[in-house]
């Protein structure tokens, strides 16, 4: 039997507690890759077998999909890191499931990586071209975010949470195998180690996000809790790199 060829594109979408909504964030994830005209390949990280997303998640009716999870909920981090690490794309990236990103901004994310030659592509609220509707307190996190990064890493880009990143399958090859951070840090994580290993050619492009809450989940415990935890996880990795250079070497 014929070796199946290398799909020029693999998208990561972890999940957690989505049973009603997973099987459409993949098919609206997939009609935009179809659009694309590239072959490609989604595996979808169930974060936790705590409900039924898994089993949901199996039934969508999608040629190039595959469903992974594990028995306990580790964090955002730790599901894109095993969807990484099964990807065969000559680009592999992660988007979130959500109805709040518009998974269309993908294409015009390819072009830029072609155009610019880039190492690594991120989705961005704080590019030029973005349309987002945002709370205030997160802007204003956003924007704080941002500073700490360009301080503590030097990394020159406006926005690293948004949950649309791409990569070069070299890039991951170098930098995956030595990340640590599974849940609240982790975008921060992969791109200060990338850029610390000689991956310098970082970019963003413009996203589509509608994300609306009321007053209350604004000044909730869990919005502070998610700072605090956010910030910790960030000192950490300045720790890591800055300090015991644990990421250092090949």
Same mark, same amino acid.
Request: glycine share 6%.
């Given at each position: 039997?014929?070796?199946?060829?290398? *799909?020029?594109?693999?998208?990561?979408?972890?999940? $957690?507690?989505?049973?009603?909504?997973?099987?459409?964030?993949?098919?609206?994830? %997939?009609?935009?890759?179809? !659009?694309?005209?590239?072959?490609?390949?989604?595996?979808?990280?169930?974060?936790?077998?705590?409900?039924?997303?898994?089993? !949901?998640?199996?039934?969508?009716?999608? *040629?190039?999909?595959?469903?992974?999870?594990?028995?306990? %909920?580790?964090?955002?981090? !730790?599901?894109?890191?095993?969807?990484? /690490?099964?990807?065969?794309?000559?680009?592999?990236?992660?988007?979130?499931?959500?109805?709040?990103? %518009?998974? /269309?901004?993908?294409?015009?994310?390819?072009?830029?990586?072609?155009?610019?030659?880039?190492?690594?592509?991120?989705? /961005?609220?704080?590019?030029?071209? +973005?349309?987002?509707?945002?709370?205030? *307190?997160?802007?204003?996190?956003? &924007?704080?975010?941002?500073?700490?990064?360009?301080?503590?890493?030097?990394? %020159?880009?406006?926005?690293?949470?948004?949950?649309?990143?791409? &990569?070069?399958?070299?890039?991951?090859?170098?930098?995956?195998?030595?990340?640590?951070?599974?849940?609240?840090? $982790?975008?921060?994580?992969?791109?200060?180690?990338?850029?610390?290993?000689? $991956?310098?050619?970082?970019?963003? $492009?413009?996203?589509?996000?509608?994300?609306?809450?009321? +007053?209350? /989940?604004?000044?909730?415990?869990?919005?502070?809790?998610?700072?605090?935890?956010?910030?910790?996880?960030?000192?950490?990795? &300045?720790?890591?790199?800055?300090?015991?250079?644990?990421?250092?070497?090949?």
């Amino acid at each position: 039997m014929p070796q199946e060829m290398q *799909p020029e594109l693999s998208i990561v979408m972890p999940v $957690f507690r989505q049973e009603k909504h997973v099987v459409r964030y993949l098919e609206r994830l %997939n009609t935009v890759l179809k !659009n694309t005209r590239k072959s490609y390949e989604i595996i979808c990280v169930v974060d936790g077998m705590v409900d039924k997303t898994y089993e !949901n998640a199996k039934t969508a009716k999608i *040629p190039k999909i595959r469903v992974l999870t594990y028995p306990l %909920n580790q964090g955002k981090g !730790n599901a894109v890191r095993l969807g990484m /690490s099964k990807a065969r794309g000559k680009i592999v990236g992660f988007v979130d499931g959500g109805f709040d990103l %518009n998974y /269309s901004a993908i294409p015009l994310a390819l072009e830029h990586m072609k155009w610019y030659d880039a190492d690594i592509i991120i989705g /961005s609220k704080r590019h030029p071209a +973005s349309k987002v509707i945002y709370p205030w *307190p997160r802007r204003v996190l956003s &924007f704080l975010s941002q500073l700490l990064v360009r301080v503590l890493f030097g990394i %020159n880009v406006r926005d690293t949470q948004v949950g649309m990143k791409f &990569f070069k399958r070299q890039v991951l090859k170098k930098v995956l195998p030595k990340l640590l951070v599974k849940a609240w840090a $982790f975008d921060i994580e992969i791109l200060a180690v990338a850029h610390s290993l000689g $991956f310098k050619k970082i970019y963003e $492009f413009p996203v589509e996000i509608t994300l609306e809450f009321g +007053s209350a /989940s604004i000044v909730s415990s869990k919005f502070f809790r998610v700072i605090f935890w956010t910030l910790w996880d960030t000192l950490a990795v &300045f720790y890591r790199l800055k300090i015991r250079h644990y990421y250092d070497g090949a």
